[in-house]
């Protein structure tokens, strides 16, 4: 970590340099976010500082530095003493992504210590913690004495962010929220790497989303944010390896926290649906492989399916859902956990074959059910959501189910059932499905997949 050398720099004129499109340094970057997490520098200063950015970019080195200042306005973990390789993964979000919870069992179960460190919903898209909270009693609010003996025990632990990782990007986030800062890519890739670098991995593998229901809506910018997020991994020397995703359609059959913890439940039974299965063993098996327990991504893939096989995989799901204080018996029986009051069907316009599902509709429409918040005082209904029953490609008739909304709101039903009827786009051709996987990108560069 680099020293401020200059703490006369004019807030005003830094502003001034990034609006005029000019590079800042890394001393001037370091000292806007320390002077912020200071209160010396007020909001609407750094709101400029941010909108400036967004408009005009910020270079390698400058987009570096933010991710130094972010990381360094907190504790960075040191999780040496404990034996393997510790290797996380983030995902940069989508509709029905409930993979962290499928993976990150079959990773530890595999061998390798998982330390995840994961947030909350955002905007249209679900959370890890969220989901997790679901289960009744979970609890992600671990001192970080807790997290390091947890993952110990377990090779596993599953937490939130904490006040002492990168505080400044909590603020700084809550801040692009709010002033329409948040879809540029070096803000996204700092904010990201600030956290995941925080947390005390030695490797990292993403899982970089585009389409409807992603931050990143083509395919070109989500592989520009991959590379910038693998070059700033690998510049603090961290491997790090990046997957294109894709995220037209919701991912799986199952938008909501409970549901997703129930379709996450079915996965790890060997049960989970082709386009989750082939995203999670992907991802898992080439964190097996950057943990070192297997010597090539397709051999961690094998040992990612051999531990759904013999359950040893779901075993590690209960185990840490009862270290991190879970009733892991609505785990072993789904179908004990509580019902929505209101249960309605969403039908199909005609006959034809379903050709685009638009899960950035689908993520709102489970806001408007009542599994995400609209302002951050939101409470989180765990059981609201969606069911789909079909998914683009399917043949369809007029008026066959085609979605299932749970709630428990009597004043949803008609505002959920338009927004899913606009949603989906019926045709009389059969749709080509696109691939999950497009792209690899690493250290190396970019590769089809
Ligand atoms: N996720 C993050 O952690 N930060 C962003 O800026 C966007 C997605």
Redesign the pocket.
Known sequence: MSDTKNTSYNIVSLIRKKRDKQALTKDEIKHIIDQYSKDIIPDYQISAFLMASFLNGLNDEETSALTEAMLYSGQVLDLSEIPGVKVDKHS??GVGDKLSLILAPIVAACGVPVPMIS?RG?GHSGGTLDKLESIPGFTVSLDLDRYRSVLRKHNLVLIGQTEEIAPADKRL?AL?DVTAT?EAIP??AG??MS?KLAEGVDALVLDVKYGTGA?MKSQEDAIRLAEKLVSIGTSFGKETIAYITNMDQPLGYKIGNWLEVEESIDALLGKGPDDIMEVTHLLAGTMIYLGKKAASVEEGIEMSKKSVEDGSAFQKFIEITEEQHGDSSYLKNPSSYQKATVIFEVKAQKDGFITEMDAYTFGMAGIELGAGRRTKEDKIDPVSGITLTKKIGDAVEKGETIAICYTNSNQVQHLVTEMLENAVTIGSNQPEISPMITHRVDANGISDY
């Open positions: 940069t979000g947030g955002l986030y692009r948040v803000l996204i904010s990201i956290k931050f």
